[in-house]
């Protein structure tokens, strides 16, 4: 597609179970972005990818947040045991290699019950 | 050294007003300072951006000031309009290194018709 494709776009889950989510960068992109944005808050940094390089993971907020990206492409951001206070929008930005251009997805919307 | 600070958090400007939004920086290594428009259920999308080479960069009705001695930088909408109402965040990267972009905490812009 043209755009960063995230997926699902909203997901309900229940307190304590795990979730995943996903997203598909525009080809080509070799940096790769996560952000979360709580209700009318700023972009809350959580990890990002570039190249083969090792993933900034400085701001995943513990350690039930993990991320990986397969082939330099898709990644998944999983959130393990999620609790109440992980209820947010989650949201994935790509950019080409020195251009920092970064273009969002629409965002997972994620409520945890 | 990473942070980007960004003020105020909400403005309120008339339709045909100037809106005006303020960001600093600490990280004096930063090359690349761009500006996204978030508009509610929308991820962020690239406004405008400008390289410490120049001093002002202006696209239509949004214009870009940056003062490399003052390590601040700030985004006027001239003739703001009701269209333009949305939330803005100014951003940052040393982006001959390829790092990631540090986001200031947003402005919540209301243009009232």
């Known amino acids: 597609g043209a755009g960063v494709s995230q997926s699902p776009s909203n997901k309900v889950t229940e307190k304590g179970k795990d979730v995943e989510l996903r997203c598909d960068p525009i080809?080509?992109?070799?940096?790769l972005y996560w952000y979360r944005q709580s209700l009318g808050q700023g972009l809350e940094f959580l990890i990002y990818?570039?190249?083969?390089?090792?993933?900034?993971k400085s701001g995943l907020p513990s350690d039930r947040f993990s991320a990986e990206r397969t082939g330099g492409s898709v990644s998944t951001l999983t959130i393990q045991r999620t609790q109440q206070e992980d209820s947010a929008v989650y949201l994935c930005a790509s950019s080409r290699g020195r251009s920092t251009e970064a273009f969002f997805g629409q965002g997972t919307r994620l409520t945890v019950v | 050294q990473q942070q980007v600070k960004q003020s105020p958090q909400s403005l309120i400007v008339q339709k045909g007003g100037i809106s005006i939004i303020n960001c600093a920086y600490e990280n004096t290594a930063f090359d690349y300072f761009p500006w996204y428009q978030q508009f509610p259920g929308k991820g962020p999308a690239l406004l405008i951006a400008?390289?410490?080479?120049?001093s002002e960069k202006k696209e239509g009705r949004f214009t870009i000031s940056f003062n490399k001695s003052a390590k601040q930088f700030s985004l006027h909408i001239m003739d703001s309009q009701p269209g333009d109402s949305a939330t803005y965040f100014c951003a940052a990267s040393r982006e001959t290194s390829g790092s990631r972009l540090t986001f200031g905490e947003g402005t919540q812009l209301t243009v009232n018709p």
């Open positions: 990818f570039q190249g083969n390089s090792a993933p900034d």
């Open positions: 080809s080509g992109h070799t940096a």
């Open positions: 400008i390289r410490p080479d120049v």
